[in-house]
């Protein structure tokens, strides 16, 4: 099976909030990482999590990390049709090298 | 600071043909990854290369190359392109100084093989 794992699709309306799940396998993942594509463009670095902490906040965006049950979630706060984009979820280890595993990305859509 | 710049944008060739895609690292940067995006695949790692070395290599066949020069631009080439190589390839580069571990990427290049 995959290392990260996310659900392909999620649909809120405007204003609401949106929550992205993720999963993975490696239980030694020091970093977990969220990014954000938007259409023709590259990758764009939302936030990120260290292992031992349980969660982040940032403006609209709320990283919780259960490292128990390997999973991460992003939640994005009053969100808007600017947030229609693909959200994914990443993981790597330490040692110096920066090769994330990515999940497939979840396509969110926010309609009004 | 300038960000990645990833040249061409599109790129169309027939199969069997080969293909060299560039990418220039945010300045200061020394480790540059590639990365190969498709609806079917999702991201899946390529190499990376850092200080002109190759330290990781993903699951490709040997077909999909690279290399770094002294300025820390790196190339990607694919030699007798297959119509599944069709794919948008992301360029990141990365400082990997202490505390550091933030990749920024490029917009890719969108490689349409015919």
């Known amino acids: 099976g995959e290392d990260v794992e996310q659900s392909l699709f999620l649909s809120v309306r405007e204003g609401d909030s949106s929550v992205i799940n993720c999963t993975y396998t490696d239980s030694s993942s020091t970093y977990l990482y969220w990014y954000k594509q938007e259409p023709g463009a590259g990758l764009q670095l939302l936030t990120y999590i260290f292992s031992n902490m349980d969660m982040k906040q940032d403006q609209r965006l709320t990283v919780l990390l259960n490292k128990k049950d390997k999973h991460l979630s992003l939640r994005i706060a009053d969100t808007q049709t600017g947030d229609s984009a693909i959200y994914f979820c990443a993981e790597s280890l330490t040692g110096g090298s920066y090769i994330p595993t990515f999940g497939r990305g979840t396509s969110l859509i926010v309609h009004p | 600071k300038a960000g990645v710049t990833q040249t061409p944008r599109y790129l169309i060739k027939t199969r069997g043909q080969q293909v060299t895609l560039s990418c220039s690292p945010i300045?200061?940067?020394?480790?540059v990854s590639w990365y190969q995006q498709t609806p079917g695949q999702g991201l899946q790692f390529l190499f990376e290369y850092f200080s002109e070395t190759q330290r990781n290599k993903g699951n490709f066949p040997g077909r999909f190359s690279g290399r770094q020069f002294s300025n820390s631009r790196s190339e990607m080439n694919v030699s007798t392109l297959e119509l599944g190589d069709s794919a948008l390839y992301l360029c990141?580069?990365?400082?990997?100084?202490?505390?550091?571990?933030?990749?920024?990427f490029g917009q890719g290049t969108r490689l349409t093989v015919v």
């Open positions: 300045s200061g940067h020394r480790s």
């Open positions: 990141a580069s990365s400082s990997l100084s202490a505390g550091n571990t933030e990749a920024f």
